[in-house]
């Protein structure tokens, strides 16, 4: 059974667990991932504590981690990058295998990828999340510049009011700006990102982190039900 380390936030959750179900070719209800959703949306703002000495979310990332523990799940997906700051912390918590929304993004990359622009939290840039697993692969990361990533965060604040069609046209901006600055994909990097430019016209520039998780998700169910047939 899956569990879902989500709120962080709950439209990105809903739109992560959509896609688990679009990923899967099943052909009834019983062919589809099990899930145990905890929609923790009291956990603290992530980009606050990392930039700002905000609140630590890691108290209760590590409750809601201990609850999916307890109800029994066999794997561990979290839909939000800037938490991923705090993964290894969670992963040495528990036996749990906690997929990695980064590792899965990258995997999702096309083949001879040597830069990426990257749209994410300031939280997520700052932390250097991207950075350095791209870094591994020989990726450069190109972000916009600290007036369009001001405008990232108020795009990405808008979704999570509800307010998406104007959220929609500021990223647009943003990742055509780094689109002309010679990056051959744009990675989207914040589960709200998507949400907003799930049909843009841009769509074959965009890699999708939350589609990305949600692919992982699917191979390693499939997997297990491979090795339990066995």
């Not at 688990?20 to 589809?32: F, G, K, M, S, Y």
């Not at 040495?92 to 622009?117: F, K, M, N, R, Y």
């Not at 009011?161 to 959220?167: F, I, L, P």
Request: charged share 20%.
């Amino acid at each position: 059974m899956l569990g879902v380390l989500g709120g962080m936030g709950p439209v990105a959750t809903i739109d992560f667990m959509n896609k688990v179900v679009r990923n899967t070719p099943a052909a009834r209800d019983q062919d589809h991932v099990p899930m145990l959703v905890r929609l923790a949306a009291n956990i603290p703002d992530r980009t606050a504590a990392i930039l700002d000495g905000g609140e630590d979310p890691l108290p209760a990332l590590r409750l809601a981690l201990q609850e999916l523990e307890r109800a029994g799940v066999s794997m561990i997906a979290m839909p939000c990058n800037t938490a991923h700051f705090w993964y290894d912390a969670l992963q040495a918590q528990t036996p749990i295998p906690i997929l990695h929304i980064v590792e899965a993004a990258l995997d999702a990359l096309p083949s001879g990828t040597d830069c990426a622009g990257i749209l994410a939290t300031t939280g997520t840039v700052k932390a250097g999340i991207y950075q350095r697993a791209m870094a591994k692969r020989g990726i450069r990361c190109i972000f916009p510049a600290d007036s369009g990533q001001d405008e990232v965060m108020r795009a990405i604040r808008l979704v999570k009011a509800g307010e998406t069609s104007e959220a929609t046209a500021i990223l647009l901006r943003q990742a055509e700006e780094l689109l002309d600055a010679n990056c051959g994909v744009i990675v989207m990097a914040c589960t709200e990102i998507p949400t907003a430019l799930a049909d843009s016209c841009l769509a074959p520039k965009l890699i999708d982190p939350t589609d990305a998780l949600a692919r992982a998700v699917v191979r390693a169910w499939l997997n297990s039900r491979l090795l339990e047939a066995a």
